[in-house]
């Protein structure tokens, strides 16, 4: 056992005994070995280093790649419809005349029908495992359930709402004497606001569990009732991060594509109510991009896509702000 | 009176704690709903002719989902090797150096790319990948894919080695190790467990995406291994099958649906199970 421990040692060629004994040749030749190492080491740093900076700046070139692909592809609709383009009312590819307000007034209606629903929900649910059941079982059982929400494809929703919701929103319809539909705003409206509740209730959640336990006692030392105490220092004190949550839901709204095609009912007519079939601009996207025969319709696809990007790119920077900002107070 | 002011605050307050426990549990009902029902439509048309035969043409009774399974699972693989080292390698980059300004443009952009539609990145791919190619191809779909997975692989190794202790890198250089190997086998071991969840919870994003692949992997109705040519993927044929006016794609579509929502649930659970493990053992 003792020799086999030896040898090892022996053998090691970068054990320190080896540096000790440097006046041998054998010395000699293991400390020419370890120079060549550093070096060889110090290079490998400068190009591990190299390559860190080559792909954060790789990051940067990829989201600014995406940005000017759009804008010049657009440039052709851009050129053709001018600023007009927003608030153009007919969407015409036969006779070259593209008006996106349609899609955008389609957009806007679907998404803030979604958010106005699932705010209640989203909130509830922060509240709940913010405020009144922080732990146990039960909550936390519920944030994983809650989480899973945002996990289902978006794909998976539309089938489903195609095959459910929809025949239930249409006998919703010809009881209250709309015309029945089914497919059409409220439709994807219904099904956007199950998709969106998951984010800001994830948010707003953790903003609650922020709130400093000082606060909330010194309320209740003041005779506060629990919702006095929700109502009147939880709300103010979490007001910007509770606003992020939405912005970020709304931003997921505005960019959902595949659950909101599948139910809108596609069509590129002004809705006249929210019962009516419309179109979004992500639906429209989805549609009739591969269908898009001449340059200029397949540009004026583009440029909603550009106003799409931009508008998200805003929503989501605004959001990512607040919450960093009360993050960092 | 006062007590009467009294009892009328405590109902409130009642009121308000039933109401928000009503209304967090009514959330997970149409999630409910939803399980429930896909699988009961979609768990009686899984067998093994289900998943290992490719669909028949309309009219045509039986047929599978083959080559959906197999695209999909050769597309996502694809994206992961392109994504995964980038991001890991974005990750460290922004933790190790913090205040520069590059860290800072570069987290800005992955904040961007994190809220940009799906759709609007199957548009640029479609622009950088799929014209100049000359038509639709897998590639170009696994690269939007990579795309989208970058921003959650980034955040997740930032985040994650943000954590760890100053003292463990003191500790590498201390003992005269050059910085790739104090990040390489001291700081990434630490921090595998985030950086893995993260890398899962890409795949489990990207699984089920669908508009990304509209203009980029396009589907395709037969077996294909050609990753320049279009290939069928499960949220495409999901998409393509559920819109279409026939029962027999609508069966074939829940079934695919199955399929499609219990692997994406795994992952998502597997991955939550995993980090808890590990953050008891640190």
Request: charged residues 15%; hydrophobic residues 50%.
């Amino acid at each position: 056992m003792e020799s086999s421990v030896d040898t090892k040692l022996a053998t090691r060629p970068n054990d320190n005994l080896g540096r000790v004994a440097s006046l041998k040749p054998q010395g000699t030749v293991s400390t020419t070995k370890r120079i060549k190492r550093s070096f060889r080491q110090i290079r490998a740093e400068k190009v591990f280093r190299r390559t860190l900076i080559i792909v954060a700046l790789a990051m940067v070139v990829l989201v600014l790649g995406i940005m000017v692909t759009l804008v010049i592809e657009s440039t052709l609709s851009i050129k053709s419809s001018g600023i007009g383009y927003l608030w153009g009312k007919t969407w015409d590819p036969v006779r070259d005349i593209f008006g996106a307000y349609p899609f955008i007034l389609g957009t806007l209606l679907t998404s803030f029908l979604a958010l106005f629903i699932s705010i209640p929900f989203s909130f509830a649910v922060a509240v709940f495992l913010g405020e009144y059941f922080p732990t146990g079982w039960f909550s936390n059982l519920l944030k994983n359930t809650v989480e899973l929400i945002a996990a289902v494809p978006s794909v998976i929703y539309g089938f489903w709402a195609l095959a459910v919701l929809v025949p239930i929103v249409r006998s919703f319809e010809s009881k209250i004497g709309v015309e029945p539909v089914g497919l059409g705003i409220f439709s994807s409206a219904l099904i956007l606001a199950v998709m969106i509740i998951p984010y800001a209730a994830s948010l707003g959640r953790s903003m609650i569990h922020m709130v400093p336990s000082n606060l909330k006692e010194a309320a209740y030392s003041l005779g506060a009732t629990r919702w006095e105490v929700i109502r009147a220092v939880i709300f103010p004190y979490t007001k910007s991060g509770l606003f992020a949550g939405i912005l970020l839901s709304l931003g997921r709204a505005l960019g959902e594509t595949m659950a909101v095609t599948m139910v809108i009912g596609n069509t590129s007519l002004i809705p006249k109510s929210i019962f009516a079939p419309g179109n979004t601009m992500a639906s429209v996207i989805a549609n009739e991009f591969t269908e898009a025969d001449h340059p200029v319709y397949l540009s004026a696809l583009i440029e909603l896509g550009l106003v799409l990007f931009l508008v998200t790119v805003v929503i989501n920077m605004i959001g990512k702000r607040m919450v960093s900002r009360f993050t960092n107070e | 009176m006062a007590s009467n002011h009294v009892k009328y605050r405590i109902g409130k307050s009642t009121f308000f704690k039933g109401l928000t426990i009503l209304l967090a549990c009514a959330c997970v009902v149409p999630l409910i709903f939803i399980l429930i029902y896909i699988l009961q439509a979609g768990i009686t048309k899984i067998n093994w002719h289900f998943l290992t035969n490719l669909p028949k043409p309309v009219g045509e009774t039986g047929g599978g989902i083959a080559n959906a399974l197999l695209g999909s699972m050769i597309i996502i693989l694809v994206a992961s090797v392109i994504a995964i080292p980038f991001g890991i390698l974005c990750g460290i980059y922004l933790s190790e150096n913090k205040k520069s300004k590059l860290a800072y443009w570069s987290r800005l952009c992955v904040d961007i790319l994190q809220g940009v539609p799906s759709i609007v990145i199957g548009i640029v791919a479609y622009f950088w990948l799929v014209k100049p190619m000359g038509g639709f191809s897998a590639l170009s779909g696994s690269v939007a894919l990579a795309i989208m997975m970058l921003p959650i692989i980034i955040r997740s190794t930032e985040e994650t080695l943000k954590l760890l202790p100053d003292s463990l890198r003191e500790a590498g250089f201390a003992l005269g190790l050059p910085f790739h190997r104090v990040v390489l086998k001291v700081i990434v071991p630490c921090g595998i467990s985030g950086i893995l969840s993260g890398v899962m919870l890409s795949v489990a994003r990207i699984a089920g995406e669908t508009a990304p692949l509209l203009f980029t992997a396009f589907g395709n109705p037969y077996l294909s291994f050609n990753l320049l040519k279009p290939m069928q993927s499960l949220p495409l044929l999901i998409f393509n099958y559920a819109t279409s006016p026939y029962n027999d794609w609508h069966d074939l579509a829940w079934g695919a649906s199955c399929i499609l929502l219990i692997w994406v649930l795994a992952l998502n659970i597997f991955t939550k199970l995993m980090t808890r493990k590990w953050k008891v053992q640190l």
